[in-house]
């Protein structure tokens, strides 16, 4: 088992920017991606970043790629996400979630790969 524990969220206005982070305890050796996914209201959950836990190599959603950044630190067991130049689109609840499947680049952004998740933060984004 895994454990996830997100951080960070919260309230800024349009333009600001946020980081995320995720602590992961357990079997955290079992780990192979880690991600964000984020879900609005009435609206489907989605990627927003993934990142293979060795090696490093990073999957963006276009709405986000150029805005955040999904990094690890593997000493600390942590995932962070920082978001900057927010917009009010990006309001939603983040989610870690990890899995232990391998995964290319691509795959990274399928929610089925991933075993474990978080119970979310909130982002809101004013205009």
């Known amino acids: 088992q895994v454990q996830l524990v997100e951080s960070g969220g919260g309230l800024v206005q349009a333009g600001g920017a946020l980081r995320l982070s995720c602590l992961a305890s357990g079997r955290t050796f079992s780990m192979f991606i880690m991600g964000w996914f984020r879900q609005a209201p009435g609206k489907e959950r989605e990627i927003v970043a993934a990142?293979?836990?060795?090696?490093?190599?990073?999957y963006y959603a276009d709405s986000v790629r150029g805005r955040f950044t999904i990094s690890r630190d593997n000493a600390k067991n942590t995932v962070y996400l920082q978001m900057n130049s927010l917009k009010p689109e990006d309001t939603a609840v983040y989610y870690c979630?990890?899995?232990?499947?391998?995964?290319?680049?691509?795959?990274?952004?399928?929610?089925?790969?991933?075993?474990?998740w978080g119970q979310g933060t909130q982002v809101t984004v004013s205009s």
């Open positions: 979630a990890a899995g232990s499947t391998f995964a290319t680049i691509l795959t990274m952004r399928d929610p089925t790969l991933y075993d474990y």
């Open positions: 990142i293979r836990w060795s090696g490093g190599s990073t």
